[in-house]
């Protein structure tokens, strides 16, 4: 990779100014963004690593009941710590990657690459989450705006995700055999007024929420219930490992295993 | 027989200490001094005219020590082709240049063109963009069948179209034209064996060096076969005596064929650090080994199966596509012709066989042997043919395999080997004993409530190995010999070191030839030492592949010994001063028939090398020995496989739920170290069949870039393996009896996954799917469901 | 170049790094520490899996920068004081866990890791661990057999040797 500038503030405040520096780059568990810069794909000149900022590392419930995550929150740690009061999103975070992958690999640096089947977003978008960054708060329907495309600004963290708890909830991972990230992953969640359902890993557009099926779901939260729709295959995504009809069809039946597994 | 040493004993590998602990020497571990780093600019383009190369700006980045392009090579050799195969015609296959860097064109993504060779290994690859190419693109050759059509753009411009060659082998036309007309029935299916990259885990690494004042070269390699490469890039390329180039192959992480080559990075750093008088070091990232590693497999195949009316086999004819990529590489065209169209017979008596290969240049990646090479396509080939043509005649499988089995050995196959021994319908009954085919439908059921689709694949295989006779493979177009060699040398105080020219990158032969040794003298295990890896201490040998180290290079050294163990006798008579044809050797005792006197095996070695009451005018001191061993057949080990798969219907996914393996190896040596064989085998053999695929596009760019889209088998896609080797029917014509396990994995279990995915279909109501071809993707199966 | 701290199998160490200096390169190339192998570019083989701070991660893919002041334990730091196998090691050894040997060190690490979390997994349990450790050789057989064995579990039912 390029050399760069390395920086690892131990507060918010002083990340904010170190990636006030030309071409800074936040740094979050690294679990893409080594890589990328490996292949020689990304080339920051001051590399500002969050991971020593111990406000933003943490599971807690507010006093709203919303599981609170901090931005710099390894995946291993929401899987443990999380298991109590959001089984499903424990659940989620602990088939990200691999073991090894999870100690590192933060959930805000998965939302901010939002890469299109990385599979936080699905957890972020179904639960109508809020992410929280050093200036403002964004609502997930607002927050995911395509594919690697996200409402952040220029050196804007996430410091803190909070998730509404839902009744009910699941998530189902199809994954792709080669890099066992999603090849399709939904997330289905049941509220008091209404069903969620975020879909991750299928749109060239990136996750995104399958109304049609939050409709009927909402109507009657049963595997039943979605059989007769089909979701859009539009924009879907084809490539060697399934086209865009395989994908269409495996959110159907992903979106019915959800429904079933969330009882 | 289970024994606690010697032959027949799972001995702990000896080599795990080292690795267990971090200790192990592999190439990138290797760093001298002065040590400079090469990065190569790589095609990114599939085919392309080299317009220019402009290195000025490149020259002046920092640490940049030299940029080399092809202009520097135009005085050296290129890369050599090892074999040569003779078309239909009689003519020599068309045999391109493979110039060590591109020369006037690129040829697939990956081609190296220019290599910038600098202080770090980053400085080096921050120089190489520098470096401006000026290609201009030509329209790329990447599906074989375009590629043969007129009107193709050409890979070689020289050449007069993208054939190699056409080959024909086995039965003549009239022979294989009658069976098929008096068929009563036809099975004919055209089917893809998926190209694959090998992916040993440790990707490979050169590191040359020169010293001026002794004129000699090293490279440290990651090579299956040092003495090899010294020849080849010694004699072809470099032009470098043998005597001044060393090769020397450490720990190698993993072969599986791909670290057989020659390769052109080799070749690179060891003329740099002459040129340059400083060791010049490549590692290979992942991403440049699947671009530059030779791939395995792709051939293109349509097979017919002609039986009479009771169903016995009357003949098969296959017309097949083989991919060679933009070069050949050192064995690539022998792999569809000779290690391929040999085993076409499978383990049947058909009588007449006939094979007809079309080897094409494509713009893609070099493709040469991966484990079982040649091999597996046949197997692939004739089994899933079985299975096809067993439900078209509403036949068994397994009746039907058993019904044309050869029962009678030595056998004579249409296609122009010689079975010497084997026992086909004995791995089959150890294979029905394994797997429970009377529970299956209980299995079944049990899969239908849980809303999968079970099914049952069996097949057979036999290979060939244990490569090979020289004389044989030389009238083949082989330009090398097959032998094996070993040096015993027994050191004073009794302990032995045996050099051998196999090479170990996994196998264990440090463990399993200590057996062997240590077992013909009766000593313990741990007074042999196995050396192997390094040309300047090992005698010429032909390395490690095909299964043929223990059944060539072990025989090899169980001749070394035993003209050890004359000369021992020799002295031993001396000493005891009895008759030389009365000396007894057992358990490390030298005594004299039907007497109580002895000498140990230390009284001995001692002798040898402090001759004060010594024969010395019969025999010279010392007690070190040589033996070449060439064989005079390839061994022929043989099994029945049996794969059990559920298959999703709702995603296509594919799980294997059962994999048993019932194999014939002849004589095992260290059963522990078998089964490991076999395992590993299988998993890649499932993997070709259920997960890996090198993907291009019609450009020729590689979409199968890394392990992002090269689905690589993992733990939680294979299950426990049950795996069986107590048939044995031992090796004719090797003294140990052996006839080797390392491939038989791979060569034997795609086509036992397919047929069982088939079949699941085939009892959930899918009628219409009677093939799939590999990789049985979850997208591929559910297309193939609802298609 | 800024200077990291870090305490590597049981030893202080300190060195220079660049911004860029991955760990698996600040073992392999800084400490000499060459049991830690590279066999991959995006993070997915596992061949670099070391202990930093008592969890499994890839070496490949962090920083050494971020990981000043970090405990580290690599495969160099796993045998018993005394120098003899460790029991996961032994029963590497034991059950022919390992081949070409390149794998190994992340596999012992990773298993290693395994057991601290859930001393008896079920082969379910071990081989969904291991999604992140490729090996080339064993077809995982005898790996889950060793890292069953390793955790007191009886594995003489399992098939073959």
């Not at chain 2, 992480?253 to 340059?276: N, V």
């Not at chain 3, 060190?105 to 001393?119: D, H, R």
Request: charged share 20%; hydrophobic share 40%.
């Amino acid at each position: 990779m390029y050399n760069f500038e390395f920086a690892k503030p131990s507060s918010i405040a002083e990340a904010v100014e170190a990636l006030g520096h030309d071409e800074a780059q936040a740094l979050g568990g690294g679990q893409t963004l080594l890589p990328t810069m490996k292949q020689r794909l990304a080339a920051p000149a001051t590399l500002v690593s969050l991971n020593g900022i111990s406000e933003m590392i943490g599971v807690c419930v507010n006093d709203a009941g919303e599981v609170c995550i901090g931005g710099a929150t390894p995946h291993a740690t929401v899987a443990r710590e999380a298991q109590a009061q959001y089984p499903a999103l424990a659940a989620l975070a602990n088939r990200i990657g691999d073991p090894a992958v999870r100690s590192r690999g933060t959930i805000g640096g998965s939302l901010a690459n939002n890469d299109p089947s990385a599979c936080y977003p699905a957890a972020a978008l179904g639960s109508g989450a809020t992410i929280k960054t050093n200036t403002r708060d964004i609502a997930a329907d607002d927050y995911f705006q395509g594919m690697f495309e996200t409402a952040l600004e220029e050196g804007e963290i996430i410091t803190e995700v909070r998730f509404p708890v839902p009744e009910k909830a699941n998530y189902q991972k199809f994954v792709q055999p080669a890099s066992r990230f999603a090849l399709v992953g939904v997330f289905v969640a049941k509220f008091a007024d209404g069903v969620r359902v975020a879909v991750t890993g299928a749109s060239s557009n990136g996750v995104f929420r399958w109304a049609e099926a939050e409709a009927a779901l909402s109507a009657d939260f049963s595997k039943a219930a979605v059989e007769g729709l089909s979701a859009p295959a539009g924009d879907m995504i084809s490539d060697l490992h399934g086209s865009g009809d395989y994908r269409a069809h495996l959110v159907k039946v992903m979106t019915g295993r959800a429904v079933a597994a969330a009882g | 027989m289970p024994t606690d040493h010697g032959i027949g004993a799972s001995s702990k590998r000896r080599e795990d200490l080292r690795f267990l602990t971090g200790r192990g020497r592999y190439t990138d571990d290797i760093n001298l001094q002065g040590q400079a780093f090469v990065h190569f600019l790589r095609s990114d383009v599939a085919h392309g005219r080299i317009n220019g190369i402009d290195t000025s700006e490149a020259e002046k980045m920092p640490g940049v020590i030299r940029i080399f392009t092809g202009a520097d090579f135009e005085g050296v050799g290129g890369i050599p082709c090892g074999w040569q195969v003779t078309d239909r015609e009689g003519n020599p296959m068309r045999e391109p240049p493979h110039p060590v860097l591109a020369q006037g064109k690129v040829r697939h993504v990956g081609d190296p063109i220019v290599g910038v060779v600098a202080e770090t290994a980053a400085q080096a690859r921050s120089a190489a963009e520098a470096v401006v190419l000026d290609i201009e693109e030509l329209p790329a050759v990447v599906d074989m069948r375009k590629a043969l059509a007129d009107g193709s753009a050409k890979v070689h411009d020289e050449l007069d179209g993208n054939l190699c060659y056409d080959w024909v082998f086995g039965s003549d036309d009239a022979a294989i034209d009658e069976a098929f007309s008096k068929a009563a029935h036809v099975t004919t299916l055209e089917l893809t064996n998926n190209r694959l990259s090998p992916n040993a885990m440790e990707p490979r690494v050169a590191v040359g060096d020169y010293s001026w004042a002794s004129d000699e070269s090293t490279l440290y390699t990651t090579s299956q076969n040092p003495h090899v490469i010294r020849l080849l890039m010694g004699a072809f390329v470099l032009g470098i005596p043998e005597h001044k180039l060393r090769v020397i192959a450490p720990d190698v992480g993993g072969g599986f064929g791909s670290k057989i080559y020659h390769y052109a990075e080799e070749a690179f750093c060891t003329f740099a650090a002459k040129q340059l008088r400083r060791p010049v070091k490549w590692t290979s990232t992942r991403s440049e080994a699947f671009i530059s590693d030779a791939h395995g497999r792709d051939h293109i195949t349509t097979i017919q199966l002609a039986m009479d009316a009771e169903n016995n086999f009357l003949g098969v004819r296959t017309d097949t596509l083989a991919n060679m990529g933009a070069y050949l590489s050192t064995f690539a065209p022998s792999i569809p012709t000779y290690l391929h169209g040999t085993l076409m017979a499978g383990n049947y008596k058909t009588p007449a066989v006939q094979v007809n290969v079309k080897a094409v240049f494509t713009n893609t990646v070099p493709v040469d042997a991966y484990r079982g090479a040649g091999r597996p396509e046949a197997t692939y080939q004739l089994e899933r043919l079985i299975d096809k043509a067993a439900r078209e005649v509403g036949a068994d499988p397994v009746a039907l395999r058993r019904q044309n089995f050869i029962t009678q050995f030595p056998y004579a196959t249409p296609v122009a080997v010689e079975y010497d021994t084997g026992d086909y319908n004995a791995t089959m009954d150890k294979l029905l004993e394994m797997i429970d085919r009377d529970g299956f439908e209980a299995r079944a059921e049990a899969s239908r409530k849980a809303g999968k689709l079970r099914g049952l694949g069996i097949n057979c295989y036999i290979e060939a190995c244990g490569i090979a006779p020289s004389a044989l493979v030389g009238q083949l177009g082989a330009r090398a010999g097959l032998y094996e060699s070993a040096t015993v040398r027994v050191n004073a105080t009794g302990g032995l070191v045996v050099m051998t020219g196999s090479h170990s990158h996994g196998q264990g032969h440090e463990t399993s030839f200590a057996q062997v040794v240590a077992d013909m003298i009766g000593i313990p295990e741990n007074m042999v030492e196995i050396v192997h890896g390094d040309t300047a201490n090992t005698p010429m040998g032909m390395g490690t592949y095909g299964s043929r180290s223990l059944a060539v290079g072990g025989s090899a050294m169980v001749r070394a010994t035993e003209k050890i163990i004359a000369k021992a006798k020799k002295i031993a008579a001396h000493l005891m001063e009895a008759s030389e044809g009365d000396i007894e050797l057992k358990d490390g005792q030298f005594s004299v028939a039907g007497t109580d006197k002895s000498v140990a095996w230390g009284d001995v070695t001692l002798a040898a090398y402090v001759p004060h009451n010594y024969p010395l005018d019969e025999i010279e001191p010392g007690l070190e020995e040589t033996a070449f061993y060439d064989p005079n057949n390839f061994t022929y080990p043989s099994g029945a496989y049996a794969c059990e798969v559920e298959v999703d219907p709702e995603t296509g996914k594919v799980q294997v739920m059962g994999f048993a393996a019932a194999d014939d190896f002849g004589n095992i040596v260290n059963p522990m170290i078998v089964s490991g064989q076999v395992h590993g085998g299988l998993a890649q053999g499932i993997g070709q069949a259920l997960l890996e695929n090198v993907a291009y596009d019609e450009n020729g760019q590689l979409l199968s870039a890394s392990y992002m889209d090269y689905a690589m088998p993992r733990a939680d896609d294979l299950p426990f393996y049950k795996v069986d080797h107590s048939s044995v029917t031992p090796c004719t014509h090797n003294p140990l009896g052996v006839k080797g396990c390392g491939e038989a994995g791979a060569i034997g279990s795609p086509p036992a996954v397919v047929n069982a995915v088939v079949d699941a279909l085939q009892r959930g109501g899918y009628a219409h799917v009677t093939h799939i071809d590999m990789p049985l993707t979850p997208a591929r199966v559910w297309s193939a469901m609802n298609g | 170049m800024t200077q990291v701290t870090m305490t590597v199998n049981g030893k202080p160490v300190s060195g220079d790094v660049e911004g860029r200096t991955l760990l698996a390169e600040f073992l392999r190339e800084g400490l000499r520490l060459t049991g830690t192998h590279v066999g991959c570019d995006t993070s997915q083989c596992g061949a670099c899996v070391v202990h930093v701070n008592g969890t499994a991660i890839k070496s490949c893919t962090a920083l050494a920068a971020d990981l000043d002041g970090a405990e580290v334990v690599t495969i160099e730091g796993m045998a018993n004081p005394d120098g003899s196998l460790s029991t996961i090691q032994q029963a590497f050894q034991d059950h022919h866990g390992l081949q070409c040997g390149f794998c190994t060190p992340g596999m012992v690490m990773s298993a290693a890791a395994l057991l601290k979390e859930n001393p008896k997994p079920s082969e379910h349990e071990i081989r969904e661990y291991l999604e992140g450790n490729i090996c080339r050789c064993t077809g995982y057989h005898n790996i889950v057999k060793a890292i069953m064995a390793a955790s007191g579990q009886d594995v003489s039912a399992i098939a073959a040797e």
